[in-house]
């Protein structure tokens, strides 16, 4: 039996749900399992977003830029003849990402209305990167006037052509990224220069600055922000508001968690048998393991809101697919 066949196998067989001593809401709930196609001529596959209504996008190993929907792999390739890095996509289709030229991110680009077109830099800005669209067609990313120096941007649906550059506070923050925009058009922001800081971005301009007291937070959706904190000499995955405060903490730690926009968090976790294993927590209880592996050889999942959940081996090739069944 090939290492693929076997890992696919066990996706297909760990659907039990787990018993951590917490009552959840998803106990009566099924994960489907599935795998997207690779293009033609690839043999492994990355995903690297996804939204609701079947869309996905990332790459293949013969081809930059892939867009998968209704069970189909299209090529969407490189941007202006550049290797390109799709990192994101919306319910429309629309992905967007980023252009290397010479090792270097260089390019912001969305590819819509079935072509490529880079998005315009604020004015004195050399290089930029597209890194998070949600559905109403707002981009967020990065845009450097320096080597080192980086400012988030905001390609605003509303404004066609503008770009919005957002910095806290330029004489304190050299290094302003996105961890994600989300529906209601709030953006999650890392700044880091003389220290480090996150603050929350409504869609109407004002800033919150948040006291999270950590370094990890790993993703923004629907107003959760999941990261981890260190209690008690281990990590802990934890769940704030936009407010900062405390939500939940997760009973089992949740590596480079993801969050959906209702009460859904996956990632990847260590089994009692020390395999790592990719899980689904429902406000904040365990309650299936998706699949599992010796050595970890499965990248960051993704999920939507609609409940599916995506996840590829950088060993294997397999891009897998779980989509949530509830009875009742």
Aim: aromatic share 8%.
């Amino acid at each position: 039996m090939t290492r693929t066949t076997k890992i696919i196998l066990t996706a297909a067989l760990v659907f039990a749900g787990l018993s951590t001593g917490t009552a959840s809401a998803d106990t009566g709930c099924a994960w489907t399992p599935g795998t997207l196609p690779l293009p033609a001529g690839s043999t492994t596959g990355y995903i690297s977003g996804a939204a609701n209504g079947g869309w996905f996008v990332g790459s293949g190993s013969t081809t930059d830029g892939v867009r998968w929907h209704g069970g189909t792999a299209e090529v969407l390739g490189q941007a202006f003849g550049h290797q390109t890095m799709l990192k994101d996509i919306n319910a429309s289709g629309v992905s967007v990402g980023t252009t290397i030229v010479d090792s270097f991110e260089n390019g912001a680009v969305v590819h819509r209305n079935g072509r490529y077109e880079q998005l315009p830099l604020p004015q004195g800005y050399r290089a930029g990167r597209a890194k998070a669209i949600n559905d109403a067609g707002d981009i967020v990313g990065m845009a450097s006037r320096f080597a080192d120096t980086f400012e988030l941007v905001l390609w605003p649906a509303s404004a066609p052509g503008t770009a919005l550059v957002i910095n806290p506070d330029p004489a304190v923050y050299s290094y302003v990224s996105p961890v994600d925009i989300d529906e209601q058009g709030r953006i999650l922001i890392r700044a880091e220069g003389q220290r480090r800081a996150y603050f929350v971005r409504e869609a109407g301009g004002s800033l919150t600055e948040l006291s999270l007291k950590t370094d990890y937070v790993d993703a923004f959706r629907g107003g959760r922000i999941s990261g981890e904190v260190y209690e008690d000499g281990k990590f802990v995955t934890v769940e704030w508001d936009t407010a900062g405060q405390l939500v939940r903490r997760l009973d089992v730690r949740a590596r480079e968690s993801v969050v959906d926009s209702g009460t859904l968090t996956s990632g990847t976790y260590r089994t009692a048998d020390k395999q790592y294993a990719v899980g689904v927590w429902e406000n904040g209880a365990l309650t299936h393991t998706l699949l599992t592996d010796p050595d970890g050889a499965f990248g960051r999942p993704v999920v939507t809101d609609d409940g599916v959940i995506a996840v590829s081996y950088d060993y294997t090739g397999v891009i897998a697919t779980f989509t949530r069944r509830c009875s009742g």
